[in-house]
């Protein structure tokens, strides 16, 4: 992607704290990019009161009202083509990206997912990792492919699982962590600092 002022739009199913972390980044000039929409999947999501808070364009697009998932993506495409947007940030975006966005955004798609991939994909990544007693865990941004958290991954950072975490001590801990990872990359991508090779992702770090 060409170095530049990124024009993103946000993808959220829920609570949207990713959001707020990237538009913080914004703000304080971490992150050179500029979050044209949000849009949700959800009509009680969080993610879109935070938007209408913050004063960023926010959209409800219900998949309920269209008869598969190409249907509801052309619509989603249509809206992102309305807004030149450059990358879609999923942000707790709870569905499986389908063909008709992944082809309108070939590696322009990224995602975060709470685990160090390919360990613990789709839900309740931190509950799988505590149940499983791994020592550590910690999340992932990585290009959206067609699986469920396959994509090539960028980076990626580890927590510690303590002895004691419950599976929301953990998820806590990782938060953290996750909004400082997304703006780091967003920020590369905004430097045209990564680059795709098959699955391997290499960062100009010069
Ligand atoms: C985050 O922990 C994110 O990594 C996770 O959902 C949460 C959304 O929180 N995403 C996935 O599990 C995707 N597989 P947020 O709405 O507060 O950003």
Redesign the pocket.
């Known amino acids: 992607m060409e170095p530049g002022c990124l024009r993103l739009a946000v993808l959220?199913?829920?609570?949207?704290?990713?959001?707020?972390?990237i538009l913080e980044a914004i703000k304080q000039g971490r992150l050179n990019a500029q979050i044209e929409v949000l849009i949700s999947d959800k009509s009680a999501?969080?993610?879109l009161q935070k938007a209408e808070e913050a004063g960023i364009p926010h959209i409800f697009i219900d998949p309920s009202l269209f008869p598969d998932r190409p249907s509801y993506e052309s619509e989603i495409v249509k809206q992102l083509q309305a807004r030149e947007i450059d990358l879609v940030v999923?942000?707790?975006?709870?569905r499986l990206v389908g063909k008709v966005l992944l082809q309108a955004y070939p590696h322009r798609i990224v995602?975060?997912?709470?685990?160090l991939l390919p360990s613990f994909?789709?839900?309740?990544?931190?509950r799988q990792a505590v149940d499983y007693g791994v020592k550590f865990s910690g999340?992932t941004v990585h290009f959206v492919d067609d699986g469920?958290?396959t994509g090539p991954i960028i980076e990626q950072v580890v927590v510690p699982v303590l002895p004691d975490d419950s599976e929301d001590d953990l998820?806590e801990r990782?938060?953290v962590q996750?909004h400082e990872l997304y703006a780091r990359v967003l920020q590369w991508i905004a430097e045209g600092r990564v680059y795709i090779e098959g699955r391997k992702i290499y960062v100009d770090h010069d």
């Open positions: 959220a199913s829920g609570r949207g704290s990713n959001f707020l972390a999501a969080l993610a999923l942000a707790g975006y709870m995602n975060i997912h709470p685990a994909t789709g839900l309740h990544a931190q999340c469920m958290d998820a990782i938060l996750e």
